[in-house]
């Protein structure tokens, strides 16, 4: 018997088993919301997607940045600069007594230059390239949702294997006592005569299945246990438990098949983030195309020199290169009029544009079908469970009646296996049918891209 749709999720767990660090022995026992906790914490895929949207948020502070300011530049700057002192003499001609003959006729300076250009009008140059960058974050962001749903899916589909394993080794229990409380009878009866050696032979085959089907339950646990504690990002040595002892259907019910695929349109991580690349490129066109006109700035400038061995003539018509202050600003534009270059990059932009826009409409399909398919599993898993119960009531019935009837000598030992056989397997495909239930539901949820299940009912 296998141990429930978790087995076949184990394929995605070796990246985890690899990421496992050793753990010394012990016992970890969890609940579903905290096992999803832990494997959001453990799954190395996740820390990928995080550092992406990170890359991508530093883009977009840098695209933002570009509006105010891009180009401040301070420079200060020593160095040595000869003496030139000034007098004037009784004839009012200007004369200096240093030289530049000796280190002492040697002195310093200090230059300070502070420029800046500010845009004042780009024709949407900036705005263009901001949005680009903010749809870019969002589509990382799709991209990390995309993630933590299937990791969200895969450890729910694991831990109610989990708990379905142990229900089947709990039901496998239960048979095994029955059987064996049967077969006392039966001895008691073959050595009154009531019973043949081959309803003896009968017995023993009924036997060796039960004890088969026990040993693969233990088996599908042990396999069941094994994926989660890889999903979880713990080591070998770890013995996992389950907070769940009790198989029961999440608290849920099923709605309308076009609201669900309402709710896929807008909130399926792969439809937001193909929504938000075709923004970007889309923005980054306009941006592209807008780098054909012109851009409207101011420049300003500070520059100030001091040397205190320099003469300051404090004249107008006297051009001074030390001891002075200066400052000023001007209103201009550039433009860059490699047009053919500008239309080139815009037309790669538009193309690769256009590229994911005819995915749109394959994806939506794509995605529709897959709501319609998850629908249809929930859908059918609803009232595998319900018709169920009943069915199981039945063959309780007729396990009961027949050990009553067999006690008294009525009733036939192949009458007994196969009342036994139908009542096992009716538990296990109950407890199937459960675990199909909440896992379909999990399905569901991934598939409309929001969590629909509230806690076990």
Known sequence: MRPGPAVGALALLLLLQGAASAQTSDTVTVGLAAAERRALDANPLLAGAEARIEVYRAQE???????????????????????????????????????????????????????????????????????????????????????????????????????????????????????????????????????????????????????????????????????????LGLGRDITIRVETEALDTVSFALGALSDYLEMARANRPELRELRAGISARRALMVAEQRDAWPTLFFGGSISANLAPDRYDPRNPFWQNLTNYFRGGGVVGFEWNFNFGQHNAEAEIQRTEMLQLESQSDALVALVEQEVREAWLKADRAYVDVAEGRGALQASENWLRAELQTYDIGMSEVKDLIDAFRANAEMRVQQLRNIADFNTAVAELSRRVGLDLSVGQG
Do not use: C
């Open 61 to 231: 502070n840098r695209a933002k940045q570009a509006r105010f300011l891009p180009e401040l530049n301070l420079r200060n700057s020593w160095g040595i600069i000869p003496k030139q002192r000034g007098a004037y003499n009784e004839y009012g001609v200007l004369v200096s007594p240093d030289t530049i003959l000796g280190v002492k006729d040697m002195s310093w300076f200090t230059q300070v230059d502070l420029r800046l250009v500010q845009p004042l009008w780009t024709f949407g140059k900036l705005g263009y390239r901001i949005e680009a960058a903010e749809r870019a974050v969002e589509a990382s962001e799709a991209g990390l949702d995309k993630t933590r749903a299937d990791v969200l899916l895969m450890v729910r589909q694991l831990y109610w294997g989990v708990v379905l394993a142990q229900e089947l080794e709990s039901a496998a229990d239960d048979v095994l006592e029955k059987v064996a409380e049967a077969e006392t009878k039966l001895m008691e009866q073959y050595e009154e005569g009531t019973a043949t050696q081959n309803d003896l032979f009968k017995f023993e085959i009924f036997q060796y299945e039960v004890h088969r089907r026990y040993r693969e339950v233990r088996a599908g646990l042990d396999e069941a246990r094994s994926g989660l504690r890889a999903a």
